[in-house]
């Protein structure tokens, strides 16, 4: 016998993983030169050469030292290091004793909500949302309630969130910058957010955890990050450089779970478990230690900010409704009729992989990757054209 659930998990197609998988048989027929690819989130720029030193400085280590067991929740020198960083970075006193070390932030938002929440329990989303979220509450034994955005600005709608609260709401989880928005929440409305929750806590007697999904933190253009623990008093970080540092493929992230929380030591001990009982233990050592070197190397968002420019501009003269990114590396864009998949559907008569609302959460738009060559940018704007121009005639 095998498990249900999991089986359906692992034979529903991730609407974005099977566009990409279009794209690249697409690409080996008619050449990836022809193919506008804005379907998955690669970051584009390679990683900083701090990163690649810190690879040659650690490799050249003894060798049985360099691949060892770490303790499960990471090496403590690691931990110490991003606990210092998170001190002077964010003026909030952190101790290595709540950081945990993840592959990437997939498995910490794994870890997190089973940690935190039990069976039966409800976790929160703002729509739309990257899509996974579905899948981590559900593995926890929760369900999921969707919370709107306020359009146009796609900022958290506090009132929609108030009535998503329940006697069984165990926490919110919130993304900023956004995937697959772009969108970048302000201090005001964070502080908002946070004032309403610290109400509801006190009505319902419960605790509502605030989970921070933060791989976007360095990819912005000028907008003001807050750093949600300085906010909200329960909140749990989950923290990723697979963008910020262009590692995605290496799996690395962490959890950290705010030193203001009154129980902080119990929440980590069930973080602990859970990453014990998940197998998500130990990192993969190599990359801890990589990115403990390079916790202060700054993200290079130039391309993606020139990348943001041209799309913006082009897309603007052709008359495509969008919402102004300010960060990340998405464009959301409406689609030219109600309904997106259908919409996603011609679009890839004209080349052009734009991953549709509805997995999301969300009706009528598009998501663009513009994490991709300038050049694949600049040469699918006839494409978008010839696009527009099918709705027309
Ligand atoms: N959360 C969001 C909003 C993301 O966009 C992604 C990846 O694209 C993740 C989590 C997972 O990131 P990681 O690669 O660190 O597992």
Redo the contacts with the bound molecule.
């Keep these: 016998m095998i498990n249900q659930q999991m089986y359906d998990l692992g034979a529903e197609p991730n609407k974005i993983r099977e566009l990409f998988a279009y794209g690249e048989a697409r690409k080996r027929e008619i050449g990836a030169q022809n193919v506008y690819d804005y379907s998955i ?1 690669n970051p584009s720029v390679p990683a900083p050469q701090q990163v690649l030193d810190a690879f040659d400085e650690l490799l050249a280590d003894d060798p049985v030292v360099v691949h060892e067991y770490t303790q499960s929740p990471g090496d403590i020198n690691v931990r110490t290091k991003v606990a210092e960083h998170i001190t002077t970075a964010f003026g909030l006193p952190a101790k290595a004793s709540h950081v945990y070390m ?8 794994a870890i997190t909500l089973c940690a935190i929440s039990n069976p039966g329990d409800e976790v929160i989303v703002i729509a739309p ?2 899509p ?2 579905r899948t981590w509450t559900h593995t926890a034994g929760c369900t999921l309630i969707e919370a709107p955005a306020l359009e146009p600005s796609f900022q958290p709608d506090i009132e929609a969130i108030e009535q998503a609260i329940t006697e069984r709401t165990s926490a919110l989880i919130i ?1 900023s910058p ?3 928005v772009g969108s970048v929440y302000s201090e005001v409305v964070l502080r908002e957010l946070s004032d309403m929750l610290a109400r509801k806590e006190e009505e319902l007697g419960r605790r509502i955890m605030l989970i921070a ?1 933060e ?2 933190r360095e990819i912005a253009y000028g907008a003001d990050i807050p750093y949600v623990p300085n906010i909200y008093t329960d909140t749990i970080v ?1 923290y ?4 910020s540092l262009s590692l ?1 493929g290496e ?3 962490y959890i950290y779970v705010s030193d203001r929380i009154a129980d902080a030591d119990v929440v980590f001990t069930a973080v602990c478990g859970a990453g014990r009982a998940l197998g998500y233990i130990c990192a993969p050592v190599l990359l801890q230690r990589v990115v403990a070197k390079c916790l202060d190397v700054p993200s290079d968002v130039r391309a993606y900010e020139e990348n943001r420019e041209i799309l913006t501009a082009g897309l603007r003269k052709l008359g495509y409704e969008f919402v102004e990114p300010e960060g ?1 590396f998405y464009l959301w864009v409406k689609a030219l009729e109600p309904d997106a998949v259908a919409f996603s559907e011609r679009a890839k008569q004209y080349e052009l992989l734009l991953v549709p609302s509805d997995s999301f959460g969300a009706k009528g738009w598009v998501r663009l990757s513009y994490c991709i060559a300038r050049k694949t940018i600049e040469d699918s704007m006839p494409a978008f054209k010839a696009l527009a121009e099918s709705y027309r005639s």
Excluded: M
């Excluded at 993840?102 to 938002?109: D, K, N, R, Y």
């Excluded at 990723?240 to 963008?243: D, N, Q």
């Design positions: 989130g993840t592959s990437g932030a997939s498995s910490a938002i949302f990257f996974e979220y993304n956004n995937n697959p999904d791989p976007y989950c990723s450089f697979s963008k995605p799996r690395i992230g990340a």
